[in-house]
């Protein structure tokens, strides 16, 4: 067994509530659904502009898991409405 963690940081542009950083991050979420992941928000939950999120995927195959979690950070990269501060990822095998 595989497992491949990936800790995000990110900084959410205009958010002034948490209603709409929970705006943002919805669909970030969402994407993470149909990758067959699992995604939370780990940290900053207080804070309008900044998130931590923490995306976890379990295979037979690192080769995958690094593919899809290097597309994940891509449909990040193209988000006009976050930007990435921080990032680590780590696979483990078991």
Not at 2 to 13: E, N
Not at 47 to 74: E, P, R, Y
């Amino acid at each position: 067994m595989i497992v491949g963690a990936l800790k995000i940081k990110l900084h959410i542009f205009g958010a002034s509530s948490l209603k709409e950083k929970r705006k943002v991050l919805k669909p970030i979420k969402d994407k993470v659904s149909s990758m067959n992941a699992s995604i939370a928000e780990i940290g900053d939950n207080d804070l309008w502009q900044s998130a931590s999120i923490g995306l976890v995927m379990v295979s037979n195959d690192s080769a995958h898991i690094n593919s899809m979690m290097d597309k994940f950070m891509q449909t990040l990269i193209v988000n006009d409405e976050i930007e990435i501060v921080d990032s680590a990822m780590e696979i483990i095998h078991l």
